[in-house]
């Protein structure tokens, strides 16, 4: 009877394990939906159907193709996706927040993000880093009373020197914490010279997602926001480190993770990424 219960024992705290697993590896790995932003425009049910079969369930969108409202939804629902985040334009939030708090309710969405701040051509100044501050304070408010999360994306140009520190250091500093968090992309930390699992360890607590891409090696990086598709490979060839980045980010607590391929054949990408995730201990 001991040996039995010991046996039981041993199986309860394996299987427990293994959900764990899967729930950190698998079922959390979520998709930026830009990823198929070419398959999209010609099959939406296509598009979602692939995500489905590749076993994801949580997504990051916003719009509907085109589709009315209910026929997307439906078609979400069909597919199994949660919609976790959807993105919101820079002015939309400094004009009319309740439009995107709107449309995150409208999914059942917690998180809206932001991942642009204007600005003229390749010049990024502290006047648009404080500009972004003002905005986003005030929006990240209004989104907060609403009982939803705001985060912003930065895109690379963010990281460009400021009084000892970088803009970015300026934006975290100056955005309350109770209304405005953060959603680190590692390719666009990575791709202006930054260290992702340093900048996690230097504000543990402002990162609430990631988005996940790795940047093919030996190339040349700069604080302009751009980057050829051609350089965005699966995750696990690339020089971001992905596997130190999971590592960390596990360690601080971010519960959303979401693959975003820029590449020309995501198709043929997400499911080795995904493959190379769950190979992650």
């Avoid at 895109?155 to 970088?166: A, C, D, K, M």
């Avoid at 959603?183 to 988005?211: C, I, N, S």
């Avoid at 590592?247 to 693959?259: P, Q, T």
Wanted: net charge neutral; with cysteine.
């Amino acid at each position: 009877m001991k040996l039995q219960l010991t046996i039981t024992k041993i199986l309860v705290v394996l299987f427990v394990f293994c959900c764990s697993f899967q729930t950190v590896y698998a079922q959390e790995i979520g998709l930026q939906l830009y990823s198929l932003r070419n398959k999209f425009k010609t099959d939406v049910p296509g598009a979602l159907a692939a995500i489905k079969s590749w076993g994801i369930h949580e997504i990051e969108g916003g719009g509907t193709y085109g589709l009315p409202l209910d026929e997307y939804k439906k078609l979400l629902a069909q597919n199994d996706l949660k919609m976790v985040s959807v993105g919101a334009d820079f002015n939309t939030l400094a004009k009319n927040p309740q439009a995107a708090i709107d449309e995150a309710k409208a999914f059942g969405a917690r998180y809206i993000m932001c991942a642009w701040v204007p600005h003229n051509g390749d010049e990024f100044t502290i006047e648009d880093i404080k500009k972004a501050v003002d905005v986003f304070n005030a929006a990240g408010k209004q989104i907060h009373d609403a009982g939803l999360t705001f985060c912003y994306h930065p895109h690379g140009y963010e990281f460009r020197p400021y009084e000892g520190g970088t803009l970015f250091d300026y934006l975290v500093k100056n955005t309350n914490p109770e209304y405005v968090n953060f959603e680190m992309d590692v390719f666009w930390v990575k791709h202006p010279g930054q260290d992702p699992v340093a900048l996690m360890q230097k504000y543990p607590t402002r990162f609430l997602m990631l988005h996940l891409k790795d940047r093919r090696p030996g190339t040349e990086g700069n604080q302009n926001g751009r980057a050829a598709d051609e350089t965005n490979v699966v995750l696990g060839q690339g020089d971001v480190n992905i596997a130190a980045v999971m590592k960390e980010a596990k360690k601080i607590g971010i519960k959303h993770y979401f693959i975003e391929d820029e590449s020309p054949i995501p198709e043929q990408q997400i499911p080795k990424s995904l493959a190379y995730l769950r190979s992650l201990k």
